[in-house]
């Protein structure tokens, strides 16, 4: 099986029926890009900058952010990189930040409500992620966004960092998609809206389930809680997927679902644009979907949110792609 994905890694993710998907990689740092191309991925759908933060005593510098910002834009050639900027807090802590322990980190001061708060740190990035951006095809997205407000306060500040760049003299690129993280139930919720003023979503699957079903993400007694399949957050993402190309926008995916291979046929069918995940689990996601028909996974994927647990939907993703 392994031999016949590798074969895949340069052809085009198309479904059987010929409608194109771009299957994209997560990364953590610039060293996962050798991954990337290894295994064929069409971009990089999330880059979590929050290692360069971690493991360390004090805050990267913003020249020490530009190279690394550079490098995987560069590496990429061309290709389309989504940057999340830093998304610290809940599990993810920094000790030189010195923040007061918390009740329930994953509800509390993390993630873009402390990059509004701590302005310099948020500052520092967006110049650094600016100044890389006419090295290759960089678009940014904001974590934890809960509310239009987050949003629009995000992207004054970066506008303010672009015009005191260019003020100064530096090159920035010309066009750069700002959009956000879908997260947040909330979020989810006012899609419609969101997609007014975004230029794209990328559904966080792994954060969504667990505020969704109010089933902590790393807690083994409640992970009969956490269902990537539930009918509930079926909706969900199907809202999400349905505001953004009402507005003419893309939708993308970067938790851990959009390369679930349950969850893959119910994504096509729901007309998900962009998957990205692990760079291991792209030529396996490209075999999956060259196999399918998107037109009948949209029939799937509409007699999906309309069952009532997700057991149910499993069985009918297993049944409707002959897994079974
Ligand atoms: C997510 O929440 O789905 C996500 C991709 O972000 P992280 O796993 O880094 O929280
Ligand atoms: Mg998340």
């Not at 050798?34 to 005593?57: Q, S």
């Not at 030189?96 to 500052?123: H, S, T, V, W």
Request: hydrophobic share 40%; charged share 25%; aromatic share 6%.
């Amino acid at each position: 099986q392994k031999a016949e994905w590798a074969k895949l890694v340069n052809e085009p993710t198309v479904s059987k029926d010929g409608e194109h998907v771009e299957l994209a990689a997560n990364i953590g740092t610039p060293k996962d890009l050798e991954g990337v191309k290894n295994h064929g991925g069409e971009g990089v759908g999330l880059y979590r900058t929050e290692f360069l933060y971690m493991g360390r005593d004090e805050l990267p510098s913003e020249d020490e952010q530009y190279e690394a910002y550079k490098a995987v834009l560069e590496g990429m050639e061309g290709k389309p990189v989504v940057v999340r900027t830093l998304d610290i807090g809940g599990d993810k802590e920094l000790p030189y930040l010195n923040l007061p322990k918390e009740m329930n980190p994953f509800l509390g001061y993390r993630a873009i409500r402390l990059c509004l708060d701590e302005q310099d740190i948020f500052r520092t990035q967006l110049r650094a992620l600016l100044k890389a951006s006419p090295f290759g095809n960089l678009k940014i997205m904001f974590p934890m966004i809960s509310n239009l407000q987050e949003f629009r306060e995000a992207k004054a500040i970066l506008e303010e960092e672009k015009k005191a760049l260019l003020e100064n003299g530096t090159t920035v690129a010309d066009h750069i998609e700002v959009g956000i993280m879908v997260e947040i139930p909330s979020t989810a919720v006012m899609a419609d809206v969101f997609a007014k003023e975004v230029d794209f979503f990328s559904i966080g699957t792994n954060d969504l389930i667990q505020y969704t079903m109010a089933a902590d993400r790393m807690n083994e007694r409640v992970s009969y809680l956490y269902q990537p399949y539930n009918p509930a957050i079926l909706r969900l993402v199907k809202m999400v997927i349905d505001a953004a190309h009402k507005e003419g926008k893309w939708a993308g995916m970067c938790g851990e679902m959009a390369g679930d291979e349950i969850a893959v046929p119910i994504l096509l069918g729901l007309g998900l644009d962009e998957f990205s995940m692990s760079a291991t689990s792209i030529l396996k996601a490209r075999s999956q979907i060259r196999q399918l028909n998107r037109a009948e996974m949209k029939e799937l994927a509409e007699q999906a949110l309309q069952l009532d647990t997700n057991d149910a939907v499993i069985s009918a993703v297993k049944k409707a792609t002959s897994m079974e």
